[in-house]
């Protein structure tokens, strides 16, 4: 059984940062590649960063030059740092990985609260 947990959300004033981690736990898997979505209020969820398993990554125009996302292989993990957030960035981010055990599925994390104050 393979799970994923988040951590690093939480409120922060119009300017700040926070940095979302998501870790992969279980046994007998290995991951590929490692995304990060959020879903604000009313609206769908979106695709905010992705990386591959060799690092090549992607990042939204919503979020470029902001966000970062980075992962590290050998423990499972995929980061999120998040710079100079604005209002508009509040929504509940989760982490989605590509994980073959038997198969190869997308598995999501159970979402982390990201709030930003004006």
């Known amino acids: 059984q393979v799970q994923l947990v988040e951590s690093g959300g939480g409120l922060v004033q119009s300017g700040g940062s926070l940095r979302l981690s998501c870790v992969a736990s279980?046994?007998?898997?290995?991951?590929?590649?490692r995304s990060w979505y959020r879903q604000a209020p009313g609206k769908q969820r979106e695709l905010v960063a992705s990386?591959?398993?060799?690092?090549?990554?992607y990042h939204a125009d919503s979020v470029k030059g902001r966000f970062t996302i980075s992962s590290d292989n050998a423990k499972n993990t995929a980061f999120l740092q998040m710079n100079n957030l604005k209002p508009e960035d509040t929504a509940v981010y989760y982490c989605?990985?590509?994980?073959?055990?038997?198969?190869?599925?997308?598995?999501w994390g159970q979402g982390t609260q990201v709030t930003v104050s004006s």
């Open positions: 989605n990985f590509n994980i073959r055990t038997t198969i190869m599925r997308s598995y």
């Open positions: 279980g046994s007998d898997f290995s991951v590929s590649a």
């Open positions: 990386i591959s398993r060799s690092g090549d990554t």
